[in-house]
């Protein structure tokens, strides 16, 4: 088994609920609560998530694009937060859910060191590691209807932007999405083989049209107006 | 990367303790057996190895000290077969009651038959725990800056050329310089070359990631009708989804030393290369004199070392917007 997610840069909106969901459930469960927070509602609030959200532009204008990216921990393969681990607080699950024995836990962040995405955060209060854990009291739980055997953030998500599953069965839902739309790992090159898949944008269909290219529009010819306002602002410097 | 003063003063003060065993055992083996001049009275030497001890010991507790959960520090050992900090933890462990040992056959001037083998074991267990110290830094694949063979050389060389101004420090009171002094000398500025080659590394694009390669720009992360030539394209942060700082940022992001680094270098010359490498050649045998020179090393080191952390731009950085590492 090698559980991940799914998490599709076309149709996050960058909302934010994923995060906060993810919070709430965790920060109430017996794995990785609780999930302090400090000054929360001070001048310098700051508080320990497994699931961070942060949006970028890509491309320039007018050609640019807004990419919202949740980034929590991938549940790398060859996970180097495991191999680093000095207490065996670190461990991998047969499963694929990589995953912190806090009772083990020295803080002494070098598995934070070791993870290239900024997954994990050491909890100001318990003075151990916190990370994502695939909301494994979910996700095997089978007193909960199946379709909500599903992490928190994938619950969550209002544009169904993420996607839970078993990435070594060829024919589930994860695995087909990643071969159909070129799922990628983040910063494969360091070689940890992490296993949630990010979807690239979709390209849109081309859409035949007679209105002037998106560039052409934008760089519009001045409008008479736009003249006459540009004399008049040229006297009021000179 | 976030500097804690106390990994700052553990691997400075170990090192250089370190430094100091494996020097001394090196001195009695060589006197001993090999017909080396002798470097000092065998008091002396215990006394030597009792500081470089005193240092290893007090290194060690300093770690402890950035421990956010310490209770759990005594499991720290229980990763041998993958964890470098496990490997650390083991072998300083074993070299303690060895060094132990070798200060205590010294100090009473007993020479048990297998001396050599104390002597012997000392040295492998100090450079074994310095080379631990390193790769602890070495093996971490997102720190370009540290994931480098110039780290663990750094810092057995600065450990040994610390190490051998805290001896001559020590054995030149009563004895006059030594030869610990010319390998002092040759040590301290193969330790100058080195940093300066590394400072050099640092600074060049050598193997460094980007912001875009992060967030998979080259995959196809991008605005339609741009994937076919993604290199070209640059992306920006436009917010880190966060007000205030995070653990990340206090860990990885802020630390940038700026104007500093400069200061840092030419302190780190005059303090821990030029001022030891002019007295272990001049010769001056006033007993505060060394101890001046030895706490100046150690100081220098101290900036040298903040430096390494403040200068290693860790792959989180990107996330938060910095354009390469």
Known sequence: ?238 | MHAAFSVIAFTVLSGAGLGVLALVALADLGATYLGWPVLASRQSLALAAGIGLVLVVAGLASSTLHLANPRNAWRSASRFRTSWLSREAVFALALLPVAAALVAALWFDVRPRRMWGFSLATIALAWTVLACTAMIYASLKPIRQWHTWRVPLAYLVLGHASGAVIVEAIVRPDQGATWIASAGVALLLAAWLLKEEYWHFTRSPENALTLEQAIGVPRGVGPPGTRQRPSVMAARLLDAGHSKGTFLTREFVNADPGARRTLVRVGFFVASIALPAVWLAAGLGHPLAGAAVALSCLAGLLAERWLFFADARHTVRLFHGDPRT
Not at chain 1, 20 to 41: Q, R, V
């Open chain 1, 1 to 238: 088994m090698k559980l991940g997610l799914v998490i599709d840069l076309d149709t996050c909106v960058g909302c934010h609920a994923c995060a906060t969901a993810c919070k709430e459930w965790n920060g109430a469960s017996a794995i990785a609560g609780p999930l302090t927070d400090s000054d929360p509602y001070g001048a310098d609030p700051s508080g320990t998530w497994l699931n961070r959200v942060r949006h970028y532009e890509v491309g320039a204008f007018p050609e640019s694009k807004t990419i919202n990216m949740p980034m929590s921990c991938l549940h790398c393969e060859d996970a180097a937060c495991v191999t680093v681990c000095p207490t065996g607080a670190s461990y991998k699950r047969a499963d694929g859910i990589v995953l912190v024995d806090e009772s083990r836990c020295m803080g002494c962040n070098l598995c934070a060191w070791a993870c290239p995405y900024g997954a994990r955060e050491l909890d100001a209060s318990s003075g151990t590691m916190k990370k994502c854990t695939l909301c494994v009291d979910r996700v095997h739980d089978e007193r909960l209807p199946e379709a909500e055997r599903q992490p928190a953030c994938v619950l969550a998500c209002p544009a169904h932007a993420r996607h839970f599953g078993d990435f070594d069965d060829p024919a589930s839902h994860v695995s087909k999405l990643t071969a159909e739309r070129g799922g990628f790992g983040l910063l494969e090159e360091l070689g940890y083989k992490p296993v949630n898949r990010y979807l690239p944008p979709r390209e849109p269909p081309v859409v035949p049209s007679t209105a002037p290219a998106r560039a052409d529009a934008i760089h519009a010819p001045a409008t008479p107006l736009d003249r006459l306002i540009a004399l008049a602002r040229k006297a009021l410097a000179g």
